[in-house]
């Protein structure tokens, strides 16, 4: 009869054996697989595909007052062509409200001798913000007024953002007591291009920015579950956590055997993670009349020049209530209508053409026939009511270097800062404090 302890002793053969070949048979299907040896490498694994409530942390959001903002934190990177020292840091990162500044609002005074200037408008505002303000601010210190103080600029603008939506900003941080000595508001292109994509799509002209708006909206209202898709929404995060835990236990297991038998469950619990994300996907969402968000329609039918005089009026009567408001507490008001390539008597160069110029822009016919009229509207409208408002337009008609940067709006360094140069020099020539 053969003693148990020579049986354990043969089963601890067998295991050790068994271990053995195991941890072997693994090793070289881990080679076969990965080119590797297992023991000096580690095997990665790509980022899983996002639910769909991750699909949402896109860097954007809706905001319940401004339409659509940044998320708090958004990495916001500034090209090199845009930089003053190419070597400096070119990411910046979004505020508590979600706006392009250093600092977070609402801000305070330090000391009574900071000034401080709010920079309002869409893209073209945003990038100013980081590229023409300290050429601003540089000219605005070589007049006495300013010599002695230290000014603040703070941005307000973002992408898409066209009137009313600077109105409504400044009036709610006005409300939370932000206080401004002056207010830039750079605008004009995106009331008339945008304003005009809206009518297109179904919006209200006065809508926030389809192009910026309706991508979120579409994504809410994917989001607002349907039973169907609550039951999948659960298996999917249900799958993710556990392909999270699987994936910390491989990073931490160095025995081949296991690691591979690991994998192996890891792909086939990926791979229903993946099925189950098609379903949701493929299940349907609540029915636009349910949706979370409704963006206004025209309010009334509209052909373009009737279309394009309402946006004039919106524009111009937003501008006059930000001149109210900031009038009503000693501030300044400063409105400029920013320049554009579709509305410009410059001759560009070739290089500098095939860049700024194209026939298939979506916004060009738009500003063709918008900005003739927002220019009549802001010399008749806003100037007899002491609004201090200036035609752009034709600043960047004559400069030698290129001063656009793409087919839509934006603006060069050397743009940017001839913009600064003349927004400056108006500020100085209009009625304000630092002129006696």
């Known amino acids: 009869m053969i003693r148990s302890s020579t049986i354990a002793v043969r089963l601890l053969i067998s295991l050790v054996v068994f271990t053995l070949c195991a941890e072997l048979a693994a090793i070289a299907a881990y080679y076969v ?7 000096t490498h580690e095997k990665t694994y790509p980022d899983l595909l996002p639910t769909p409530e991750d699909r949402l942390v896109i860097g954007e959001a809706i905001h319940p007052y401004f339409g659509v903002t940044h998320r708090p934190g958004t990495p916001f990177d500034i090209p090199a062509s845009l930089q003053a020292d190419p070597a400096a840091p070119a990411r910046q990162r979004t505020n508590n409200f979600g706006f392009v500044s250093p600092y977070d609002y609402p801000f305070s005074r330090a000391r009574d001798d900071q000034f401080l200037v709010g920079l309002f408008g869409g893209s073209v505002g945003l990038w100013f913000c980081q590229v023409g303000a300290p050429r601003l601010v540089d000219r605005l210190k070589q007049h006495p007024f ?15 953002y066209k009137q009313p939506q600077q109105a409504l900003v400044l009036a709610y941080f006005l409300s939370r007591g932000q206080g401004l000595d002056l207010v830039v508001n750079l605008d004009g292109f995106n009331e008339v291009a945008l304003g005009a994509l809206n009518h297109e799509r179904g919006f ?9 708006l309706d991508p979120l909206i579409n994504l809410v209202n994917q989001s607002a579950l349907t039973p169907q898709k609550l039951e999948s929404l659960a298996a999917i995060f249900r799958t993710r956590q556990r392909l999270v835990a699987l994936s910390e236990t491989l990073e931490r297991t160095r025995v081949a055997s296991v690691h ?20 949701f996907a493929a299940l349907p969402s609540n029915p636009p009349a349910n949706a979370l968000i409704q963006a206004t329609p025209p309010v009334a039918p509209r052909d373009r020049p009737a279309l394009f005089a309402d946006i004039a009026g919106v524009w111009s009567r937003s501008s006059l209530l930000m001149h109210e408001m900031l009038e009503a507490r000693g501030s300044v008001y ?20 095939a860049t700024a110029l194209s026939d298939a822009s979506p916004y060009k016919r738009s500003v063709e026939e918008g900005y003739p009229l927002l220019v009549a509207t802001g010399e008749s409208e806003l100037r007899p009511t002491h609004v201090r408002f200036f035609d752009a337009t034709r600043v960047l008609d004559t400069p030698a270097e290129p001063v656009y940067m793409d087919n839509c709006c934006h603006y060069t360094r050397a743009g940017n800062h001839v913009l600064a140069d003349f927004i400056a020099a108006s500020i100085l020539n209009s009625p304000g404090p630092w002129r006696p």
């Open 204 to 212: 209200d002209a006065s809508m926030p920015s389809v192009q910026h």
């Open 260 to 279: 591979v038998a690991l994998d192996w469950y890891y792909r086939r619990v990926l791979d229903r993670y993946t099925r189950e994300l098609g379903r």
């Open 146 to 160: 300013f010599h002695t103080r230290e000014i603040v600029p703070l941005c307000f603008s973002h992408e898409g």
């Open 33 to 39: 697989e990965t080119g590797a040896f297992f023991y």
């Open 334 to 353: 400063v409105h400029v209508l920013q320049p554009n390539q579709y509305f410009s008597t410059r001759r560009f160069p070739a290089g500098e053409a």
